[in-house]
Every structure is written in C-alpha cells, then in structure tokens.
C-alpha cells in the first residue's frame, strides 16, 4: 500500500515464502557437491544391458563348400525332414509320437564364433493326452544345442553334449539348470551361439538368443567339451520345427554374427555319409544261442561299428527311457529279447511301436542290426525279415557259437572283474561309513562321559565346601554354647553317638562315590578293523577265469516257455534262404553246426515238455498201485487186530527181498505188519517216482530223452500227480533231500537226471514192501546202536483221500499216508496259486492285445459317463474302477458333475 501511494519511492520487492526459500539453498548445495556413486545393483542391471559380443570380424578365409545338413544316419526313426533339411517334423502315429526325435548337422565346430536358428512352426495333441498328462512326461519338447560325434541323438542322454531347453533350463551334460526366462513357444526365431574363439572373452560359451534378443548370459561349456568339435543339434516331440544354417539369420542379432553355413573352411569339420559302392546298405543278422554272449557281442560289435543301427525291443526300452519314460517292470514271462512294455500307453503297448519301426526300418537308407534271439535262429523267422528289407539292402548273417575268440573271453573277463570289484567297493564303502559313525557315536558318548565327570567333580566339591562350613558353623555354635552353659563336660556316651554319627556319614557320602563311580563307567573304544583309505583289489578265482560268457543277469535271453516250444526249430543260416553272405564269427561252419547239435540235445535233456499229457499205460499202473496199497494197509489192520502177540513176533525175516509173499512171512503175518505212518509215506513215495520216471519214458517216446531232468521234477510229478512234492513232511528244503531217503529206488545222477534203481521193468509192485520194510530194519538197528541220525524228522497225519492224476480219473478209496489237514489246505492253496499263475500266463500270451484294448476302452467310456453326461459320482467312479486305470482317472477327475440316482430320477 504504500508503494502504491507513494510511487516515488524505491521500495525493495517482498521476501519469497520460506518453503521456497528452503527448496533453493537444497538445489544449490545439491549442484555444489560432487556426484555419488549410484547403488551396485543399478550399476550391474545396466552392465546386463550391454551386449557382451562384439562383431565379427572382417574373415577373408575361404567358407565351406559343404551344405549343412544332416546326415540320414544322423537322425532317428522318426524324424521327417523336408524342404531339403530345412523342416524338421517327426512321425506322430503307432507309438512315435512319445518318442523323442532327434537330428545331428553333417558340420561340426571346432574353433571360431557361429550361431544357427530354430523356429517353432507347428505343434501337435493327441487323442491319448488326457492320459499322457497323468503318467507321461511332457508332449512337446524342444531342445537346441551342439553334441560331439557319435554320442546319443537324444539331448540329455549322455554327457556328450549341451543344450537349451524350451522350458527355460540350460542343460550341460545329463544337468539341468535353472535361467532367469530362456522360455521359448511357438513362431519364436530361437538362435543358439556356440563361441569357441580362444581370442574373446567368452571364449568356449554357449548363448540363447530369442527373435534377435539375447536371453541369457554366455554358459561356459562343460569341461569334457571343451577342445573338441561341437555339432549343432537338435531333439524335439511332437512338433515341426524351422532350421535356418545360414547364412542369413531370420532375426538380426544386436551385433554382427557368422552362421554355420558361411562358417571358414579352416573352422569347421564335415562328416561325410559314405554310401556303399553298390547303392545297398547291410542288414546284419546276429545269430548266437541264448546266454551265451548274444547281447553282450551286440555291445562290442557296435563300438567297432558305430554306423550300424540296433533294432531290437531292448532298443526301443532305452529309447523310451531317454525320452522320459519310465522302464515298466518285467514279469516272470519276461526276457532280454522280449521284454514286456506295459506303459499304460496304448500305442505302446499293443505292439503298435514295433509295426511302425519294422515298416519306416527299409524306408530309410541305413546299416541296420536286427538282433531278435529267437527269431533269428529260425528259418522261416528269418525268411520274413529278409523279405521285408527286400533287394535294397545287402543281406548278412553273423553266425556267433561256440567257443569265443580270445578278444572276447578277455572282454567277458575285465567285465566280471570290473563287475567283481564294483560289489568290493559297495561294501567297503558301507563298511567304512558304518565306522565312521561308530567313531562318531563313540566320540560323542565319550565327551558325555566327561562332560558328566566334571559336574560330578563340580557337585562334589559344592557339596565338601557346604558341608565344611556347616561344620564349622556347628562349632562356633558349639563354642558358644559351652561359654553358656558353663565348664559343663560331655559324658563318654554323648562322644561316642557324635562319633558313630559322623563315621556313618562319612560312610554314607563314601558309598554314595562309590555307587556313581560304577553307574559313570568310561567307555571303552571298540576294536576296529583297519580297512585302508582305498578299497581292496579283487581278482578272479579259477572258477571266473574259466567263463567264456558274463553270468546269466535277472531274466533269460528267450523265456523258459518260449525256449522249451522253439529250440527243435533252432538252425544255423545258409546262403539258399536268402542271404547274400554267411558269416562265422567265432568258429568255423561246420564246428558251429556240430556246437548247435549238441546245444539242442543238452536243451532237449533239460527243457521241459509243457504239452506232456499222462498215458493210459500210466493211469493203468497208477490205478493199480492205488488199489494194492490199500490192501495192504487192510491185511495190517487186521493181523494187527486179531491173534495172539507173542505168536506174531515168532515170525523172522532174515533177507526182506528175498521173500516170496509179502502177504505172508509165516504164521499169516505180512511182511509190512511192522510198518509206521513213516514208512507208508516212504513206500508210496517210491512207488510215485518209480511210476514218474517209469512213464515219463514211455510217454515221451524219445531216445534222447529217457529221465525226468532233476530241475524240473516238481513240473512233471505236478503233471503226473496232480499235486507237489510234500518236503514238509519228511521236514527237508531240497527235493534232492528227499529222494535220499529213497535212494534204493530212484537218485539223481551225476548230469542231473531222475535215474531209476531199479533193473529192468518191475513185473510186481511188491518190491515197494520189501524195499521200506529193508530200510526199516536198518534204520532200526542204527537208532538200537544209538545212532540218532538215523530217526526221521516225520510229520505223522492222518490218511485222507489222495489226490487223482490230472489225465484220468482214479479209484476213490483213500490212500496209506498223506499230510495233516493244515498242509493239505496249504497245498491246495500253492497248487491253486500256480494254476492260477499258469492261466494268467497264457492268456497274457494269447490274449494280451485284446483285453488291453477292452479295458482301456470300457475305462474310457465308463469315465467318460461318469463325468460328461452327468450320470452321478458313484456311478462314473464305479465305471472307472471296474473298467481300467484310465477310466478310473477320468472318472475321479469329473466325479460329482451329475446327480446321482434317486427315486427312479436323475
């Protein structure tokens, strides 16, 4: 106001408001001090953003001439290539579709910057997704890397390579490792640089790229990589994939990269496909006996011949393996040529996976090893694979018998050696840390002990000095009592109590040392065996050194049942069925053919005869023995009942085989009047294994096969008797046991064949009683002179009906001996259990296609009307139960998307 009243006069402008005042001195004392430095975070976040590569430098070196592609023997069954290599698909129908794919490039890298690119163009679902999704891995994989020569077409599989997965992990070797993103879909341009310059600072790094921005930081590669020449790779499944090689990329990277297509001459290394002079390829037969060297020859022949493709159901397994899958577990029906595949797959398990490699196999121009044991030792098996191949392929047996080549019985004996000394390591290992940890305990129980010593020590001393001051306390307390009471004296008595009383405390704390003394011992350090600090080495015994062949594993070559219908059809291979050559690996033509007509006679004597049906001279003999031994328990029975004792024992038998009428000795008295529950059983045991062994070589009629083989003698008294051999009765583990006890009649021989006693056939059966009652007398006198060894652990039972042979019916009447109620019930329950083995068996066999596909379909359709219609909870779940795993699944997964059943109304 006034300066507006008094213009003239120069008046200074008002003051800013203090706020802004404080703002302003904050700015210039800002712009005054000297920058700080900005957080370590921030500063590293701005680094990541500057591209780690620089350009390429201008390389006048001449380029490779050869186009990068990739080798048919580079690739496995299912991969498709089209449009000259540059798109990738795989084959997506009869079980392929859950097998990984892989393709190796024909270029490798062994020095020098390149990159190559891959773009996702199509993916595919299946029918059996829902499925896959509960015990599958993943449908759709992608993998992109560089692997060594020669190692697994399958990323991941080995430690030969490195790669970048689709779901954001970088996997050196058989590792995955976790990136931060590194995910690529879909129409994404996936670029993979390998960077072996030894000038760069990345030097011997891997990098994803994606649509031209990088995703991750230079990995370094592994070591075991390092030096050697890398080949871009790439697996996949389920999908159609771009490959671009160069020399341009599909999306520019931020600096200036070379391609593996317009790679220098001098940094790279082609593989060459050598096609056969004569346009074929070979188609190998391996033709060996079962478990004699067949796989483990395989192995050797495909490491000095890396080219040659194994197909085979063992080779499938692997390849599902490495795919993801799981080994499904093998039965007893299973083998190492057929193993079972029971992924819970369909197509995998119908046998549809195998169709599909024996129809693409001669579709793509390879060396091929075909290694099916049984079949290749078949002629008209053989025939079959040579005409599938047809005249595009050179055809060629490998004939493996006999006794082995030097090399081989060298590898067979470093492989149990390295076998040998693997089970040393495991238990010295285990031993070793069993040591340790009683080290450990002892340490620990140890510094317990002396922890518990000091406080004990501690406690002692608080306890002396407590008990030293109240003493003393008592004293001067005592003193001046007397300067009280006076010049007054103690009597004898009082002195003597005092004293009694402090010798019974000092006894008392003295015990009560004692007492903890012996409750506190120190422990004492156990004596431990000195094991070394490297497990021992072992060595073959005489035994090992004499193997030509690595010992039977788990499961057989071919199983027991195959083996025992097929073997008679076993032959060696000739030029006259198709082949072009006839190769003897081990020994020459006609040793092989001599080795496999031995082979076949020793598996006649040991196979077992699973059609064998008893004859009618059996079920003759057999009847008739049922009936005599019954009369004779009868005629006991009653000489036993009636007469006079002492005239019965008068009779005297000095030679028991030696009597003409078992029925009568003299005086009316059998010969078996003696006989116990023991030597009933016995004399029908003999009687049994006389009449098996007897039939068996009537019914089987052949003069390479006269004995019932010992292995399989339960087999055929089953088939026989209709029942198993009862060890528990006579109390022994083995049936070699058993038949000690009737060694008079029947024993195993030396070869391990049932071999009867007995000369010529038997015209009576009453050499049985004369036989039993023998071995009674002499069991007698050896328990009379002491021998207890003699006395037979026998299980006494009552005698219910004996079982009827399973060919034809027998009399009903009861037999002499059998087993107590319990074992009964106890054999019937293995016997129904084995039978019940047995059907299964050979329904799986007959019938396996069918009822996988029934009760797949009806768990399909029992799930899909518990959950798309609605039809209620209990009945879709039902369904699902009922009806297979699947339509449990897919029952339990839509329970409750309907009411249930009410009232007559849904």
Known sequence: RLATALPHLSLPASPPPLHIMAETEDKKRKAEEPAKEEPAAKKEAKEEELELEKDAPNDKRKETKETVGFNASETTLNVVPTFGGKVLTTVNEGGMQYLIAGARANVGIKSGRYMFEVKIIEMFNFAEASQWRTKGPKQQIVRLGFSLAGSSLILG???????????????????????????????????????????????????????????????????????????????????????????????ALPFTCRMVQGAAADDVVVAVEKAPKDGKYDIVLPVGFPDEGTFDWLSSFL?????????????????????????????????????????????????????????????????????????????????????????????????????????????????????KQEKSDAVWKLKKTQQEARKMLFAKTKEIAEKKKAEEEEKKKALESAKKAEEEKGKEAESEKKEEVGDEEKTEEDKKDEDKK????????????????????????EEIEDLGDEPPKVELDEEEEKLWFIPKGNFPDIAQQVMSNSYSSFSIPETAEGFDDVKFEWQPEDGSKEYLRKWILQTKLTSRIEDLVPSAYFREKWAAWTKLSQEWQSKQKAFQSGGDKTEKEQAQVSDSLAVEDVNDVGKGEPLYSNFGPEDWALMQLRAELHLLQDAFKKDVNDPDRTNVPAIHLNFYYKIYFNKYLDLKQFTVEKAEDLIKLVKDTVKISEDGMLTSQLSGDVESMDIMAKLTESSRKERQRRLDAGDETARLKFVQAAPPAPPAPSAAPVPSAAPMVTAPPAQQQQHQQQHQQQQQQHQQQQHYQQHQQQWQNYDRDRGHKGGDKGGRKGYGKDYGKDWGKDYGKGGKDKGGKFKGGGKGFKGGKW
């Open 157 to 251: 599989d080995s430690e030969d390579g490195v790669h970048f997965s689709d779901d954001g992990m970088y996997c050196p070797g058989r590792q995955r490792l976790r990136m931060q993103g590194g995910r690529f879909h879909r129409d994404s341009s996936i670029g993979i640089l390998l960077n072996l310059d030894a000038k760069s600072e990345n030097a011997n790094t891997i990098s994803l790229f994606l649509n031209g921005m990088r995703a991750s930081k230079p990995q370094k590669l592994p070591e075991e990589l390092i030096g050697k020449t890398l080949f871009p790779h790439i697996s996949f499944r389920n999908v159609s994939v771009q490959v671009n090689m160069g020399p341009q990329p599909l999306k």
């Open 303 to 419: 490491e000095k011949n890396p080219s040659y493709v194994e197909l085979s159901d063992r080779k499938l397994q692997d390849w599902a393996a490495s795919s993801g899958f799981f080994r499904p577990k093998q039965g007893n029906w299973s083998s190492n040529d057929k193993p079972t595949f029971a992924y819970r797959m369909p197509s995998m398990d119908d046998m549809s996976l195998q169709r599909m490699v024996n129809s693409l196999a001669p579709l793509t121009p390879r060396n091929y090893v075909v290694m099916e044991v049984k079949s290749n030792l078949v002629a008209d098996e053989r025939a079959k694979v040579l005409k599938r191949f047809g005249g595009k392929f050179k055809k060629t047996a490998l004939v493996v018998m006999g006794e082995p080549t030097e090399d081989y019985k060298k590898r067979v004996k470093n492989k149990i050696l390295k076998m």
């Open 502 to 525: 402090e010798e019974g405390t000092k006894e008392g704390d003295k015990d009560e040392e004692d007492k903890q003394t012996e409750q506190a011992p120190e422990p004492k350090e």
